[in-house]
Nanobody, 117 residues
Framework: QVHLVESGGGLVQPGGSLRLSCAAS????????MGWYRQVLGKQRESVAV???????YYAAFVKGRFTISRDNTKNTLYLQMNSLKPEDTAVYYC???????????WGQGTQVTVSS
């Protein structure tokens, strides 16, 4: 079993920044892909940024140039740096990892991001 614990969400004004963290209970090298997704109540969960082994980072069009996904293998932690935040970025943000050896994916519990003045 893999446990993912997100942190770093909160309330921020438009134009502000937040950094989300996702701490994994196992080495990040265990995973074929790792990413961030978000969901607004009543809407489908959507991908925000994803790291896939051997590929360039993927960013949704609506965050390109504003968000950056990164990882720290020594801390088994995935990050999402969010700059120039907009009210429409308000959502619950989830961390996701996919393990290719058994084709299982795991989700964190989510962290709320609210962008409002």
């Amino acid at each position: 079993q893999v446990h993912l614990v997100e942190s770093g969400g909160g309330l921020v004004q438009p134009g502000g920044s937040l950094r989300l963290s996702c701490a994994a209970s196992v080495s990040l090298f265990s995973f074929y892909s790792m990413g961030w997704y978000r969901q607004v109540l009543g809407k489908q969960r959507e991908s925000v940024a994803v790291l896939t082994r051997g590929e360039n980072p993927y960013y949704a069009a609506f965050v390109k140039g504003r968000f950056t996904i990164s990882r720290d293998n020594t801390k088994n932690t995935l990050y999402l740096q969010m700059n120039s935040l907009k009210p429409e970025d308000t959502a619950v943000y989830y961390c996701n990892v996919f393990r290719s050896t058994d084709r299982r994916e795991f989700w964190g519990q989510g962290t709320q991001v609210t962008v409002s003045s």
